[in-house]
C-alpha cells in the first residue's frame, strides 16, 4: 500500500496532538493502544491498528516519566509501527520491530525537548520580572511547538523517507553526542525524584522507600511488579487510617464530645 499525502500530514498532527496531551491531563488519548487505533483507522486497517498498539501498550506497562525521566515513547512508535505494517506486506510483526527502535529514539528528541523548554522557561522567567505579558504568552506557545516538532516532525520525515531514515540517524548522530544526551537523560530522572522526595513525607514513610529500593535494586523486580506492590501498601495503610479514623470517633460519641468541640 502506498500511504498518500493527507495519511502523512494527518499521522504528523495526530503525534503534535498526543504528545500535548501527554503532557496534560487526559490518560486515554495519550495511549499507545489509542494511537495505534487511530492510525490504524487513518490507514484503513484497524485490526493491525489495534494488534499493534495494543502490543506497544503491553511493553509500556508500568513505564512513566516519572520525576523528569525520559521514557521510550510507544505512542509515537504506535503510530510509526501501525502505519509501516499496513504500508508493507510483512505484517503486523514487521510493524512492532520497527516501532521499538522508534520509541528508543524518541528518548533523545525528549531530552532535546526537555532542553528547548528550559531555554524558553529561562525567558519566561525574565518576563515575569518585567510584566511582559506578551513575552510571557511568546514563550510558553514557543514551548508547547517544541514538544510537538519532537514528535510531529519525526513522524513526517520517517513516512516521507520510509523506515531507512531510522537507522540512518541513528548511525550518523556522533558518539560524543548521542552519549552525551544519554548521560543527560539519565540526571534528569534522579533530579526530578530528589526534588519529588522533598515534598513527599518521607520521614513517615521511609519503610515503603526502602522496600522499593530493595526490590528493584536487588531483587529485580519488573516496575509493574513494583507498582502493584505499592498498591497493596497504599490500601493497607488507607485502611489503617480508616480504622484509627472509626476509633477516634467512637471515642468522641463515647466521651461525650461535640463535634465542634473535636474539631477545634
Known sequence: MQIEMWQIILLSLLGFYAIVENLGICILANQALMMGTITGLIMGD?????????????????????????????????????????????GIEFGIGLAVPVGLLMIQLDILARFCNVFFQKRIDSAV???????????HRLGIVSWDLSRGLPIFLVLNFGESI?????????????????????????????ILLRYLPVKQFITYLLLGF??????YIPMFGVAI??????????????????????VVVNEGISEDEYEN
Open 46 to 90: 484497524l485490526t493491525t491498528g489495534l494488534a499493534v498498539g495494543a502490543t506497544l501498550q503491553l511493553m509500556g506497562l508500568g513505564i512513566q516519566a516519572y520525576g523528569g525521566a525520559s521514557v521510550p515513547d510507544y505512542m509515537t512508535a504506535s503510530i510509526v509501527g501501525t502505519a509501516f505494517a499496513v504500508m508493507s506486506s510483512k
Open 129 to 139: 520580572e518585567h510584566v511582559d505579558e506578551n513575552k510571557i504568552k511568546l514563550f
Open 166 to 194: 531510522v537507522k540512518f540517524v541513528s548511525d550518523v548522530i556522533p558518539t560524543w553526542v548521542t552519549g552525551g544526551l544519554q548521560v543527560a537523560g539519565g540526571m534528569l530522572p534522579a533530579v526530578g525524584i530528589a
Open 214 to 219: 530493595v526490590a528493584v535494586a536487588y531483587l
Open 229 to 250: 506492590v505499592g498498591f497493596a501498601l497504599a490500601l493497607l495503610q488507607f485502611k489503617k487510617l480508616t480504622e484509627a479514623t472509626t476509633v477516634t470517633q467512637q
